[in-house]
């Protein structure tokens, strides 16, 4: 079965430092998203990706992240200048289509630490 | 704002039902889903049920909504110790975003 897959699996960053997290979604899916939960707290809801362009973002996707679709498999979501408290599990999920019945698949996330 | 609930704790005996509930705010919430996290694994989508229906069945599992009450649940036939995960309750309004629960951890003893 396709599955949304994630690197690294574990990502230790000074703060203060970029980072980069990668995910290749589903091959024939055209819908992108990137989630993060922190320790303890729910899965929280950071963008979604179409056609190349923002869809929709949340309160928590400030100046200091962006996504990139930088050729036809990847998915890539940066954070500029890292703080503590972006440590985190990040989730990449995609979906087929458009229309909530296109339910979104997600990968194993990444977890990310900031030191 | 979109909120969803869920009891934090389940714990189960290996044979019986599980029945995991969730109610949510949002009243123009058109799907809600049911994710299964393993240790150390993403979320796995168990199933999903659209707003305008009260029941869906798929093996062992059964979902049943009553829209009146924003109220939802996920019942596990049969639980097996392969059934020991974190359950999450989400569902969206528009076709972007998922909002989740905070998860029910079922712990199925034998």
């Known amino acids: 079965e396709p599955e949304v897959t994630q690197t690294p699996s574990h990502q230790v960053t000074q703060m203060g430092q970029e980072v980069i997290l990668r995910c290749v979604p589903i091959s024939n899916h055209l819908y992108f998203y990137w989630y993060r939960q922190i320790l303890g707290q729910k899965v929280e809801f950071l963008v979604s990706?179409?056609?190349?362009?923002?869809?929709?973002k949340s309160e928590i996707f400030d100046d200091q992240f962006s996504v990139e679709r930088p050729d036809g498999s990847n998915f890539t979501l940066k954070i500029r200048s890292t703080k503590l408290e972006d440590s985190a599990m990040y989730f990449c999920?995609?979906?087929?289509?458009?229309?909530?019945?296109?339910?979104?698949?997600f990968g194993d996330g990444t977890r990310l630490s900031i030191l | 704002g979109e909120d969803v609930e869920q009891s934090l704790f389940l714990s189960v005996r290996e044979g019986d039902s599980s029945v995991i509930n969730c109610t949510y705010t949002?009243?123009?919430?058109?799907?809600l889903y049911w994710y299964k996290q393993e240790p150390g694994a993403g979320l796995q989508l168990l199933t999903y049920?659209?707003?305008?229906?009260d029941m869906k069945q798929d093996q062992r599992l059964t979902v049943l909504l009553n829209k009146k009450d924003k109220h939802l649940s996920l019942r596990i036939a049969d639980t097996q110790t392969g059934d020991s995960a974190i359950y999450f309750c989400a569902e969206t309004a528009n076709d972007y975003k998922l909002s989740f629960g905070a998860g029910t951890t079922v712990t199925v003893r034998a």
């Open positions: 990706f179409y056609n190349n362009e923002i869809s929709e």
């Open positions: 049920i659209f707003s305008n229906m």
């Open positions: 999920a995609s979906s087929a289509g458009q229309g909530s019945s296109q339910p979104q698949h």
């Open positions: 949002d009243s123009s919430s058109t799907y």
